[in-house]
Structures are given as structure tokens and as C-alpha cells.
């Protein structure tokens, strides 16, 4: 039975003129390797479980408690800041704790790791709108609470057969965010009114429609653009006269409807390792499922009819959407294409299934190489990465997007196509 604590206090310069100097987080774990405490049967190798409650403190970014102001060259004067300073700023704090099982059957052959964990962020600073009459623009405000659950599974086999051996890992991981609050308890620092924010605008790249917002409620990775104007049965409704009859309705207002969130439901990967005297054999699959990616090159390159989903309509001579006929082909990629667009149509579902890595090796015989009496040990090794998909919806690869931070995700934007990778490795030992 082990129990361990530890303590950490964080002296940063971010947190210079603040209300606090420093920042103290602590964590405690305790396991129990259960194999050891008692008569398990015999299928059983090894038995653990753990637990553990942490935290962890990071500061703000430096310089906004303390105004600062940039010389303009071109005026020859200072400007001054448009920032409310904040003095009393606190340090985001992640609070975690997670439940956990190691074990090992079958005389170690296999393996079987699981783990739950919840986290929660709080203290997140965010920027809000002040009057302007006040001499400001914006003001520093620190609320938000962001929870993060979710499991993580191991599952791993080990075997050999005369020279023969097998090994193969599995591996699974779900994670579930959650928007707890946004503003809530945060006060305006002039006027001391409470901040009611209902959103938080993540940014956008240059003139999309397409946004990644936060909603109480919500999740980190939503992403909100322009949509199908539709009945009360969800059915798309269309113009009944004048020169658009017969091509959708869209929202008068960007970036105003969710249209889907970039997160996967799950992701997988599972390997394989096949050794038969000096020849390994390694191949790795990765595996993400669910989540919804925004393709803009699609609809930019459909806007001007370059695409072949565009060229394909025009020999056919219209286009089919959702179940309804549109012959006005130009009229119809002209309201869903380009950057002003409907962000529903040239949303994808993530789901890919890919061979991430392949690799083909061989020992040299330790026999001839020690008759060398300098090398110890030499391979040679194939190894080929990100070889191909073998399942994708997404005209793009849904790895590759804008960022991977919190803002921009599952948007792509005339990014560079993934690349494969064959190379040749030697390795020697003296």
C-alpha cells in the first residue's frame, strides 16, 4: 500500500503587481498492489489499483497587470492602452482526480490498464466590453469553469512460439468536455454590476463565417457558422419565386448556428509486432471516430467552379440536396460556396481509419557479426509512415487543420495535403 503527496508553490513573473505573488498546488495519490496483499487465482499475475486527486497552477498571460503603452513612430507620441489594468487576477487552477486499475492474466501474457478521470479548470481570464465613456474598451475578468471527463484503456498481448513471438497493443481513449460557466460571478471593475456574457468568441481567420464559440453548456470545439433555413419537421426550405426559385433559404446571420463540434467521440489505435529469427514485422492502425471537420477549400475552390463536385453537377446538369433536385447549378454553389457560404454544407464527419506506420526489419546474425570484433549488434530497417486511409469521409485529412489550441479547430483552410513518408534506417553498435 503507497501513499504519496507532494507540494509545489510557483513564484512567476506573470503574476508581477498583482494581489498574489505566488501560487501553492498540492497532489496525493494512494495504490494498492492487491496481488501482494492477498491469494488471488492463479490467472491473475499482477492485480493494482490507484487513485489520485491533483492540482495544477498556471498564470495569466504577463504584462496585463500593468498598463503598458507603445510609441507610435509615425505620430512621434505614445498610445495609449484601450485595457482596463487588473490588479486582482488569480492564477487558473486545474483540479483532477482519477480512479485507476493495472492488471496483468495469463502469466503476464496479457495486460489490462484502465482509467477514469475528471478534471475542472476555473479562473480563466476572458476579456469583456466596457463603455467607452469610461475610457476603456475592454477589462480583464477571470470566471469560467471547463470540466474534462473521460476513460483511457490499455489492452495488450505478449505470446512466443519457438522462435516465433506475437505482441499487440491496444489502446482506447474518450474524453467528454463540458462549458460549466462563462461569466458568471464576475463583476464590472468600474461600475461593480455583474458581467453577463452568454458567449465567448474564440477569433476567426480573416473574413470566415465560420467560428469556434463558447456557450455555457456547450463544449470547447463547437463550431458555429451559416445554415439552412428549415421548417419545424427540419426540412430545408426553398425560394418559391423570383430569380433563386428553387434554391435554399440560408440564415441571414453568420456564424449564428452550431453546425457541429470538432472533438471525436473516440479514438483507437492498435499495433502488432511479429518476430520470427531476426525479422520484425510492425504495423500500427489508427482508428478516430466521430467529429465534424469544416473543409473552406471546398468551398472557396466549389464557389468558382473549379472543383470536381462542381464540374460532376454541370455534366449532370443539377444538383441533389437532401433528397430535392436544384437545376440552377451556378445559382446553387454561389449562395453555399466561398467564405460568406453555408458552413453546414461543407461540413464532414472526422470518422477516419488510417495505417499510420509500417515497418520491416532484420538482426544480422550476432554469429557474423562478432566475427567482425568491432560491431555488437546491426539492423536493418524499412519503415513507412501515414500510408494511406482506409476509410474517409472528409475530402481532406481531418488530423490536419488550422490548430490544434481552442481556437480554429476542425477548420481547414487551403492547407498543405498530409504527406507519406518510405525511408530506410541502419543501426550499429559498437
Known sequence: LYLTATGRNDWESQLAFSEASSFFYPSVGMSAVV????????????????GSYTEVGSSFERFITRPSYQFNTASGSWNSTTIYPARNLKPEKTRSWELGINSKWLNN?????????????????????????????????????????????ALGYSDKWGAFSWDSNLTFSCNNNKIMKLTEGATNPMTGEPINKDNYDMGQLGNLDARVKLYKGGSIGDIYGKAFVR??????????????KGLPLVEGDGNTVKVGN???????GWDHTFSYKGFTLYFLLDWRYGGEVLSQTQAEMDLYGVSEITADARDRGYVMLDGQRIDNVKGFYKIVGGRAGVTEYYMYDATNLRLREVSLSYNFSR???????????????????NLCFLYKKAP???DLVLSTGNDNQGIEVFGMP???SLGFTLKCEF
Open 35 to 50: 496481488s501482494s496483499m492477498a491469494k488471488l487465482p492463479e490467472w491473475i499475475s499482477f492485480l493494482k489499483v490507484r
Open 109 to 153: 501474457r496479457l495486460s489490462f490498464d484502465l482509467t477514469y478521470y475528471r478534471s475542472n479548470t476555473i479562473n480563466q481570464t476572458f476579456t469583456a466590453d466596457l463603455s467607452i465613456s469610461s475610457g476603456y474598451s475592454k477589462a480583464y475578468i477571470q470566471s469560467g469553469s471547463i470540466r474534462n471527463e473521460g476513460i483511457e484503456l
Open 231 to 244: 421548417d419545424d419537421a427540419g426540412n430545408i426550405v426553398y425560394e418559391t419565386e423570383g430569380d433563386n
Open 262 to 268: 470538432a472533438n471525436p467521440v473516440f479514438m483507437m
Open 367 to 385: 554469429r557474423w557479426i562478432q566475427k567482425t570484433k568491432v560491431l555488437k549488434d546491426v539492423q536493418l530497417s524499412f519503415v513507412a509512415r
Open 396 to 398: 481532406f485529412d481531418p
Open 418 to 420: 498530409t504527406t507519406r
